[in-house]
């Protein structure tokens, strides 16, 4: 394995029973989390912690995840984090972080700005992006399919809709890196990458204030709820919420497809011999490589499978462990390209479903289809030196790869 010491898993105590002591910052969960969740769901009907609260409570099945993600009121959204602060108050993103009844003019706000239509859009825009970035890797003969590729088309993207300089991609990927994935162990960390995506934000929408566009940020100014325009501070939680939500998801879920196209020789010149399957072929990738977790906050005793769950406990939203449930998926642990009945729940299920699944879809989409055409055949450099970051959010971060 590479050197992911700057993850900081030497501060974790490592796991001896994972039934009753599961981490998420862990490099072997990180890495591998296959035969862990197997070997969980032969052992109990969910795993159990008292890292970073005091019950901590994972499900192994698709029918628990569904039932919690539909019962609002039992599992609140309020903190969706699992961080060394536990769950001291922080600045709330709505509208993931809301509850009925509040959640629904929140994400209402949002939405026209990601309907299929909308998204659409944006089609010839992410293509010329992500053909510019390919071109780079061949003309090179080599590159990181994460970090040279993956990347950078949803920052891109993102900024665009925002209607702010793609050319600050590189802070937002900084301010993600140090949100998700060295916030869960260092809070300050954290928190100033809070600080600094919400006073950037903050700039913009004094800006926009002045000179309107057809950016999402001018929209969100021109909302009413209630009949009441949104206030400033509002206006920038939902926008650093679309940086946590659409960056690092996306990138993760492209690194993952990419990932398994260069150690997959068959399914990969399947798709080169006939681009019509990607549609398919990403949504079992996003089925097998869910990359998102988040965390409710019970707010009365209940009782799911038997297991008795306290109020104050948290449930960590296992949507990839659903994703792999045999009694859902045959053959869950496999990738198979043209699966045929698939209604994953990748993109999670319930009020707070993903508002942005048209745009990731599509950048998805674009992503794999124009790196194939650009390079039908390519290959890792060294399977040891690929590098899953921890965090909610999982995902290759290091892809090296050979163009042939
Ligand atoms: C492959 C990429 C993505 C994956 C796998 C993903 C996954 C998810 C999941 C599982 C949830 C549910 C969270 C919960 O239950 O609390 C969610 C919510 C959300 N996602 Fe995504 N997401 C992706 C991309 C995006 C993009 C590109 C955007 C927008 C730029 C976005 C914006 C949001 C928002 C705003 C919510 C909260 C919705 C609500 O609370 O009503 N996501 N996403």
Known sequence: MPNVDEFGYGKVAPVEDWASDWDYYNAQWSNDPYPIWDDLKSKCPMAHSRRYNEGVWLPLTYDQIDLIAHDTLTFSSVHNGLSAGGFEERPKLPPIHSDPPEHLDLRRAILPFFSPKAIEAWRPHVTAHCEELASAIVARGSGDAAIDYAQHIPVHAIASILGVDPADGNMFRQWIINFLVHGPLDVEVRDEAMRATSEYMARQVTYRRERS?????????????????????????????????????????????????????????????????????????????????VNRVVTQDTVVDGVEIKEGDSVFMTF???????????????????????????????????LGSNLARLEMNVAVETFLRHMPEFSLVDPEAVVWAPGQIRGPRSIPIVVS
């Open 213 to 293: 566009g057809d950016d999402l940020i001018s929209h969100l100014i021109g909302v009413e709820i209630n009949g009441e325009p949104m206030s400033d501070d509002l206006i920038v939680r939902i926008l650093v919420l679309q940086m946590v939500a659409g960056i690092d998801t996306t990138w993760s879920s492209i690194g993952a497809a990419l990932w398994h196209l260069a150690t997959h020789d068959d399914d990969r010149r399947r798709l080169v011999a006939d681009p019509s399957m990607i549609p398919a072929a990403v949504e079992e990738m996003l089925r097998a490589y869910a990359p998102v977790f």
């Open 320 to 354: 990839p462990i659903a994703c792999r449930d045999e009694s859902q998926f045959e053959r869950a642990n496999e990738v198979i390209i043209d699966r045929e009945k698939n209604r994953h729940v990748a993109f999670g299920s319930g009020i707070h479903r993903c």
